[in-house]
T-cell receptor, first 110, second 116 residues
Framework: DAGVTQSPTHLIKTRGQQVTLRCSPKSGHDTVSWYQQALGQGPQFIFQYYEEEERQRGNFPDRFSGHQFPNYSSELNVNALLLGDSALYLC?????????FGEGSWLTVV | AQSVTQLGSHVSVSEGALVLLRCNYSSSVPPYLFWYVQYPNQGLQLLLKYTSAATLVKGINGFEAEFKKSETSFHLTKPSAHMSDAAEYFCAVLPAGGTSYGKLTFGQGTILTVHP
């Protein structure tokens, strides 16, 4: 049984560009959440998707958007990238109160 | 609002010694609580979780944690440290009710170093 898978694992973007990160949840999990983990900090909640709709959102600007597909996979989009967006982006899938994380996507903005 | 405080950003122990990582939470009602481990350049791995059943929770790799409502604590312990335990550990809280649509709030993390 595959766990939570994310792609790409590493990427470098230039300020002002846009990026899309992808996540496939663990089998049977219908809820996907995204977190940003800056260097030396704990993960911060960005938003959560359930039944293809954003159900809850953290303190992140509208530059951060997402989508969930009928097969429960999800995308995180960040527009107008800033240097401060450099971080590890983690996807978490959940069912009931069990939450599992993927390996993350390392984004570097130069 | 929920919050989590991990006391000690760095903990250093000798191999074979007791590991104790501290976590206190702030919540008006007992939440669900989690410990995750993060090895360098990797994602988060679930160690254990408390979901209002037994207050002493056993997890993977010999770790366990005890939920103490009176102290609002959920400290992580392991009787004997192994070199492979060196990693960063995060305590996290899920809002009361623990439904999957809640968001996890994480502590700042504790880096565990294990000396030979």
């Amino acid at each position: 049984d595959a766990g939570v898978t994310q792609s790409p694992t590493h990427l470098i973007k230039t300020r002002g560009q846009q990026v899309t990160l992808r996540c496939s949840p663990k089998s049977g999990h219908d809820t996907v959440s995204w977190y940003q983990q800056a260097l030396g900090q704990g993960p911060q909640f960005i938003f959560q998707y359930y039944e293809e709709e954003e159900r809850q959102r953290g303190n992140f600007p509208d530059r951060f958007s997402g989508h969930q597909f009928p097969n429960y996979s999800s995308e995180l989009n960040v527009n107008a990238l800033l240097l401060g967006d450099s971080a590890l982006y983690l996807c978490a899938s959940s069912f009931a109160n069990t939450i599992y994380f993927g390996e993350g996507s390392w984004l570097t903005v130069v | 609002a929920q919050s989590v405080t991990q006391l000690g950003s760095h903990v250093s122990v000798s191999e074979g010694a007791l590991v104790l990582l501290r976590c206190n939470y702030s919540s008006s009602v007992p939440p669900y609580l989690f410990w995750y481990v993060q090895y360098p350049n990797q994602g988060l791995q679930l160690l254990l979780k408390y979901t209002s059943a037994a207050t002493l929770v056993k997890g993977i790799n010999g770790f366990e944690a005890e939920f103490k409502k009176s102290e609002t604590s959920f400290h992580l312990t392991k009787p004997s440290a192994h070199m492979s335990d060196a990693a960063e550990y995060f305590c996290a809280v899920l809002p009361a009710g623990g439904t999957s649509y809640g968001k996890l709030t994480f502590g700042q993390g504790t880096i565990l170093t294990v000396h030979p």
